[in-house]
């Protein structure tokens, strides 16, 4: 998480659970009873405030554009004396989508100088972004940020959350022994938290040199996709695809989603058969398609959103592995997206 006060205290956790919970457990008894989060947030933060909403808590779903972006400007007009907590994800887990956390913090600030109204913490989860986009708590200006080791080749089921050293200490998630200095008990699990930070290291070497690898092989897995629809399909091939989500500059450099007009997307990787290991931007169960959350925000068609994939290339992607993918990809895509038109046709 690059150089922090020393007063600042890591500590690991569940998500947001612990931060979400804690601040409305603190500020509840002092009418502190209103989240504030967002439209396209990932389901860890959204099901728990959708828990604290049926136990009393207020919460504000703020909407996003078409990019998946959120508004500085909205979350300060959402912000009243009883907000207790801002929670905006880093960068979104679908669509890649990176959000202006610096810009919201600057804007929550602000409201607070005016109003004198009692501090508002801010929460972010950064787990898709650490080791492709450089990620500083100080840069970002945030109270409270969430990692995850298996997004950055740590071991699965380790995670961190930054604490802020002038924020209140949170109530325990998990009742028992003191380890994590009371925080949440049960056992550590040390040599997963040895590999993280292991982890955390090497990912902070040369960041900007590794994100601008994995944009280019981003940008060439989008371009021969392009190449081989053109191929199979003839020149309006392309028109099957749409790229979901902002330009690359404004989102994670090794994630593409993107759509294939009227394809079911279950469908689509059933026959790459695991050539391309990828994952359906809209749940797939008995063969009815569901588009995302995170899609349905942002206002993807369902002509397009039930043939999305999320592509995401990583630290030891080649370009051949990009080229073969694309021409997996393209040539199995075609056929399902010329039935599909074929069957609109009036």
């Known amino acids: 998480l690059e150089e922090t006060a020393q007063h600042n205290v890591p500590m690991y956790s569940a998500h947001g659970n612990v931060v979400l919970r804690g601040l409305f457990e603190l500020g509840a008894p002092k009418g502190q009873n209103h989240i504030i989060t967002q439209a396209t947030e990932h389901v860890a933060v959204l099901k728990t405030c959708e828990f604290l909403q049926r ?6 779903y703020l909407p996003v554009d078409a990019q998946g972006i959120v508004s500085p400007g909205a979350v300060a ?7 207790c907590c801002v929670a905006v994800m880093h960068s ?9 956390i610096a810009e919201i913090v600057a804007a929550v600030r602000a409201w607070e100088a005016v109003g004198a109204a009692p501090r508002v913490h801010i929460y972010c989860d950064t787990s898709q972004s650490l080791g492709k986009v450089a990620v500083n708590v100080d840069v970002l200006g945030v109270d409270f940020l969430t990692i995850a080791g298996h997004k950055l080749y740590a071991p699965k089921g380790v995670g961190a959350l930054y604490q ?4 209140p200490a949170l109530p325990a998630l998990l009742q028992g022994a003191g380890q994590e200095h009371g925080r949440r008990a049960s056992t550590e699990n040390c040599p997963y938290i040895v590999g993280l930070g292991a982890a955390c290291e090497l990912a902070g070497r040369d960041i900007d040199k590794a994100s601008e690898k994995l944009a280019a092989l981003t940008m060439r897995l989008h371009s021969a996709l392009c190449a081989v629809l053109t191929e199979v399909g003839g020149s309006g091939a392309t028109k099957i695809m749409r790229v979901n989500g902002p330009e690359l500059a404004q989102r994670l450099p090794n994630t593409l989603s993107v759509s294939f007009r009227g394809v079911n997307a279950g469908e689509l990787l059933k026959l790459l058969d695991g050539d391309v290991t990828a994952s359906a ?13 995170v899609l349905v925000a942002m206002g993807v068609p369902d002509e397009w959103a039930m043939g999305v ?4 290339v990583g630290r030891y992607t ?13 040539t199995a895509v075609w056929p399902l997206a010329a039935a599909a038109a074929v069957g609109d046709a009036p």
């Open 55 to 60: 136990n009393g808590a207020e919460v504000t």
């Open 164 to 167: 802020r050293g002038d924020t």
């Open 92 to 100: 979104n887990n679908e669509v890649g989508t990176l959000q202006p």
């Open 77 to 83: 007009a959402a912000l009243t004396p009883k907000t």
């Open 281 to 293: 931007g809209a749940a797939c169960h008995c063969g009815d398609v569901k588009s995302s959350h």
């Open 318 to 330: 080649t370009e051949d592995d990009v080229d073969r993918a694309a021409r997996s990809l393209a």
């Open 309 to 312: 994939l999320r592509l995401s």
